[in-house]
């Protein structure tokens, strides 16, 4: 590992322990911000320091009950100003798209430095509209929900589903979910097949555009694990770390999805193209890939949420079900439930989005926040309750990651919308170097 690596290991595994993260857990319970560690490099003195492990013990900053020693601590041992500062300073050594995607990182790791310090009592006041820009490079902005929600009205009444007014647009989404309603108990039979679905589609409309020796990689090599009563929905781990006898890797990945979410099989297809096949597995195995292949740095090993990348790879996953149809618009999937299901998907984002804008916007209480999301997101009474409360409040989710939906997913159509797939797709899956939701730019306008 070269001295950037140095610094962007430690940056970033500082901030994932500092929030009580374990990037070498195998499960979602115990990760946080780090996403991923296959570089089979040695883990820094930010994870090994033996202040580490009794923080990550308790959660970090943000949990239940905070040890603030155990905090004081880990930040006497771990100097993380200077590897941000390593960061940039690496960074004005690099070629301008690396430079810049360094410099971004830095940003977005920075801003969750400071949250964690004020979250501490430590630091003055993160600005709102500093956090969401850290990490989508735009300022925040209301969702605008409107015309997806009347699309699916009318997608429901000619399915048999009317509706007249707010109210009973949402009994005919939720009758309609009802009538749809996936076994999780058969999640792992369900889920294979859908996989394989989207697995055939990913190889006829992105792979052809993709450099061919990408062909070999594994695009789905992923276990569903249902888990009980689960404060998330799901979470997609990306674990990379077994090899072969040969030494390549396997790119292997597990979902854990909570055993008790009711969700309808479009947005079952849906989820599935997000977070498997092309979505996040895909992108995660093929940089991944890149890597091995020194087609890529150390930085697209050690991926992380709260980050400009982490928006790119939110906007690809949410553009991922029109990717593997070769389409760019809702309106041209083949089938009109399979619409219903993506437009209530993306619906759920602008949520996330619009919990993290009147939470932290505008000072709302979560009951206004949460009945919000029911009524002009569409949303069910669980999303609605856990996007306003436990992901929406968060000091750090609630002000960074849900805004990276929308935002991600807006920047992914319009590029999609704009190039030709021969040139965005590459692009986007970090065929021309890793990219972030703004340095993608860079890339594709030359």
Aim: glycine share 8%; aromatic share 8%.
């Amino acid at each position: 590992m070269d001295q950037a690596g140095k610094y962007i290991a430690d940056a970033v595994l500082g901030i994932d322990t500092l929030w009580g993260g374990d990037v070498m857990c195998p499960s979602g319970t115990g990760r946080f911000i780090a996403d991923s560690w296959f570089s089979d490099e040695p883990l820094p003195a930010a994870y090994t320091h033996p202040a580490a492990a009794r923080l990550r013990e308790c959660g970090g900053v943000s949990g239940k009950n905070v040890d603030r020693e155990a905090a004081e601590l880990y930040l006497r041992a771990v100097n993380l100003p200077e590897a941000i500062a390593g960061i940039r300073k690496e960074a004005r050594t690099m070629d301008r798209l690396r430079g810049a995607y360094l410099d971004g990182l830095a940003l977005s790791v920075e801003v969750m430095q400071d949250l964690a310090l004020e979250v501490l009592g430590k630091g003055d006041p993160v600005p709102y509209a500093r956090a969401v820009e850290a990490s989508t490079a735009k300022p925040p902005q209301p969702s605008q929900p409107e015309a997806k929600r009347e699309r699916v009205a009318e997608l429901l009444g000619r399915a048999g589903y009317a509706s007249s007014d707010a109210a009973s647009l949402l009994q005919a989404v939720d009758a309609w979910r009802n009538d749809r309603v996936s076994p999780m108990a058969s999640v792992r039979a369900l889920g294979a097949a859908v996989i394989a679905h989207f697995d055939d589609l990913s190889e006829k409309n992105l792979l052809r555009y993709l450099p061919s020796e990408l062909a070999h990689v594994p695009r789905a090599n992923i276990s569903f694990l249902p888990i009980k009563d689960a404060w998330f929905s799901g979470s997609m781990n990306y674990i990379g770390r077994v090899r072969n006898a040969d030494g390549t890797p396997q790119y292997e990945a597990t979902y854990e999805i909570n055993a008790s979410l009711r969700i309808s099989y479009p947005e079952f297809e849906q989820l599935v193209s997000h977070e498997v096949v092309p979505g996040h597995v895909t992108t995660f195995a093929y940089l991944q890939d890149l890597y091995i292949r020194r087609k890529a740095e150390f930085e697209a090993t050690v991926l992380t949420m709260n980050t400009r990348a982490a928006t790119l790879f939110e906007g690809i996953a949410n553009n991922a079900i029109l990717i593997a149809h070769g389409v760019t618009e809702v309106e041209q999937l083949p089938d009109e439930d399979i619409q219903i299901g993506v437009l209530l998907a993306l619906l759920q984002d602008d949520a996330k989005n619009q919990s993290s804008y009147m939470t932290w916007g505008e000072q709302r209480p979560q009951n206004e926040v949460a009945a919000t999301l029911r009524r002009d997101f569409l949303v069910t009474e669980e999303r609605a309750d856990k996007l306003s409360g436990a992901w929406g409040r968060h000091p750090l989710l609630g002000r960074m990651y849900l805004p990276a939906y929308r935002s991600g997913t807006e920047k992914i159509a319009e590029l999609r919308r704009t190039y030709p797939a021969e040139r965005v797709l590459p692009a986007i899956y970090g065929c021309n170097g890793l990219v972030d939701i703004e340095t993608v730019d860079l890339v594709l306008k030359g």
